[in-house]
């Protein structure tokens, strides 16, 4: 595996507050011990290092929680460790997730200096109703600062938006979307609200304090998404990721495309050489881990090959670039990836195209994503 590709995941699980609609590892704490955390970090980054060694880094991404509320220190000496341990590409992306607070934005210059070469931006909404529903710390006034910011410091930046938000119209989210693609990003991720369990949404929506946007509506703004980026030379390459060619994020790729990626940090997922690592999740539980044994891993799996070819499918069909399934199922040493029969049937009901040995789904497709994957699996 000298030379194989991968890619390092960072999470940072602290927040100033938790949103409604989140389910992510991200936890609010009257103070952050930086320097504890940082020597954290580097012990459990030294730790995947030692079980993957003679890699090229090709990615690294500040996930959260809100990683912006790292010391650009921390963010520094984490970066500088991990071109030690392997070996970084030419053009290795460093991406780091912020928020749009004044306080985080005023950082991005040092954070730009400590290595961070691509800033994805949550500003989810630019109507401050809006982003009081969604729970955020920010006004939409702040958010564009932020961005202004971020593109004088950052030579790529991409920006989160949610839609589908109960009472979306047509006309509201296509003149939202029109002033995103205005912006000068060459990245955009666009997610529909969706109702995860075991978060204030959820509770809410079932105490009936509000109604989520009725799926036919849901559907009519993701195929005006679709056109609208299409039409503005953004196409999305995965379902809520649209770029220009050339500006799609590297390291969700490697995810996509199934390839080996290390996690670090709580909650953090990786993907090592065949087995399914997974971190501690509570801040407190990690940190006790990494004393007793030098890691904070609670969970490492081996993936069974089926499990492995079912996940690869999963994430490829995501891609509007598809897979190619005889050629992902000799890699995963598997007989098939898919059921023939079953593609057949759907690509009829022009749900599937195949093109020459790539299989990919088409735009109706994309709606019906989950039902057509249980369908097609072998």
Same mark, same amino acid.
């Given at each position: 595996?000298?030379?194989?590709?991968?890619?390092?995941?960072?999470?940072?699980?602290?927040?100033?507050?938790?949103?409604?609609?989140?389910?992510?590892?991200?936890?609010?704490?009257?103070?952050?011990?930086?320097?504890?955390?940082?020597?954290?970090?580097?012990?459990?980054?030294?730790?995947?290092?030692?079980?993957?060694?003679?890699?090229?880094?090709?990615?690294?991404?500040?996930?959260?929680?809100?990683?912006?509320?790292?010391?650009?220190?921390?963010?520094?000496?984490?970066?500088?460790?991990? !071109?030690?341990?392997?070996?970084?590409?030419?053009?290795?992306?460093?991406?780091?997730?912020?928020?749009?607070?004044?306080?985080? =934005?005023? !950082?991005?210059?040092?954070?730009?200096?400590?290595?961070?070469? !691509?800033?994805?931006?949550?500003?989810?909404?630019?109507?401050?109703?809006?982003?009081?529903?969604?729970?955020?710390?920010?006004?939409?006034? +702040?958010?564009?600062?932020?961005?202004?910011? =971020?593109? !004088?410091?950052?030579?790529?930046?991409?920006?989160?938006?949610?839609?589908?938000?109960?009472?979306?119209?047509?006309?509201?989210?296509?003149?939202?979307?029109?002033?995103?693609?205005?912006? &000068?990003?060459?990245?955009?991720?666009?997610?529909?609200?969706?109702?995860?369990?075991?978060?204030?949404?959820?509770?809410?929506?079932?105490?009936?304090?509000?109604?989520?946007?009725?799926?036919?509506?849901?559907?009519?703004?993701?195929? #005006?998404?679709?056109?609208?980026?299409?039409?503005?030379?953004?196409?999305?390459?995965?379902?809520?990721?649209?770029?220009?060619?050339?500006?799609?994020?590297?390291?969700?790729?490697?995810?996509?495309?199934?390839?080996?990626?290390? &996690?670090?940090?709580?909650?953090?997922?990786?993907?090592?050489?065949?087995?399914?690592?997974?971190?501690?999740?509570?801040?407190?539980?990690? #940190?006790?881990?990494?004393?007793?044994?030098?890691?904070?891993?609670? +969970? +490492?799996?081996?993936?069974?090959?089926?499990?492995?070819?079912?996940?690869?499918?999963?994430?490829?069909?995501?891609?509007?670039?598809?897979? +190619?399934?005889?050629?992902?199922?000799?890699?995963?040493?598997?007989?098939?990836?898919?059921?023939?029969?079953?593609?057949?049937?759907? =690509?009829?009901?022009?749900?599937?195209?195949?093109?020459?040995?790539?299989?990919?789904?088409?735009?109706?497709?994309?709606?019906?994503?989950?039902?057509?994957?249980?369908?097609?699996?072998?």
């Amino acid at each position: 595996m000298t030379g194989e590709p991968l890619a390092l995941y960072v999470h940072w699980p602290f927040c100033v507050s938790k949103c409604p609609y989140c389910d992510f590892n991200s936890h609010v704490r009257a103070g952050i011990d930086q320097d504890a955390w940082r020597d954290a970090l580097l012990a459990d980054l030294a730790h995947e290092a030692r079980l993957l060694p003679g890699r090229t880094l090709t990615s690294i991404f500040f996930g959260g929680g809100t990683p912006s509320l790292m010391e650009p220190a921390t963010v520094a000496a984490i970066i500088a460790a991990a !071109r030690a341990h392997w070996a970084p590409a030419a053009n290795l992306e460093v991406t780091l997730e912020a928020n749009p607070n004044s306080v985080e =934005a005023a !950082r991005f210059r040092d954070l730009a200096a400590a290595g961070v070469n !691509r800033l994805s931006l949550g500003l989810q909404s630019f109507d401050d109703a809006a982003l009081r529903f969604l729970g955020r710390a920010h006004s939409a006034r +702040e958010g564009f600062a932020a961005l202004e910011t =971020a593109q !004088r410091n950052f030579r790529r930046v991409s920006f989160d938006l949610i839609y589908a938000l109960p009472g979306d119209t047509v006309d509201g989210w296509s003149t939202t979307l029109a002033q995103a693609l205005s912006l &000068g990003t060459s990245h955009l991720s666009l997610y529909q609200l969706t109702i995860e369990p075991g978060t204030r949404f959820a509770t809410m929506v079932a105490k009936r304090e509000f109604a989520p946007l009725e799926p036919d509506s849901a559907a009519t703004l993701f195929e #005006l998404t679709d056109a609208m980026t299409s039409a503005a030379g953004m196409p999305a390459y995965e379902i809520s990721n649209h770029a220009r060619p050339g500006q799609e994020s590297r390291h969700n790729l490697t995810y996509w495309r199934y390839g080996d990626y290390a &996690g670090i940090g709580p909650g953090a997922h990786g993907r090592r050489l065949g087995m399914r690592t997974m971190r501690h999740r509570k801040p407190e539980n990690f #940190l006790s881990s990494l004393r007793r044994n030098g890691h904070g891993m609670v +969970e +490492e799996e081996e993936l069974t090959r089926d499990e492995a070819a079912r996940e690869a499918l999963v994430m490829g069909l995501r891609l509007a670039e598809g897979i +190619e399934p005889v050629a992902l199922a000799q890699r995963l040493e598997v007989d098939r990836i898919v059921d023939d029969a079953a593609v057949d049937r759907l =690509a009829g009901h022009d749900l599937l195209e195949r093109d020459g040995s790539t299989l990919r789904t088409t735009p109706a497709g994309r709606l019906l994503l989950d039902s057509i994957l249980a369908e097609i699996a072998a």
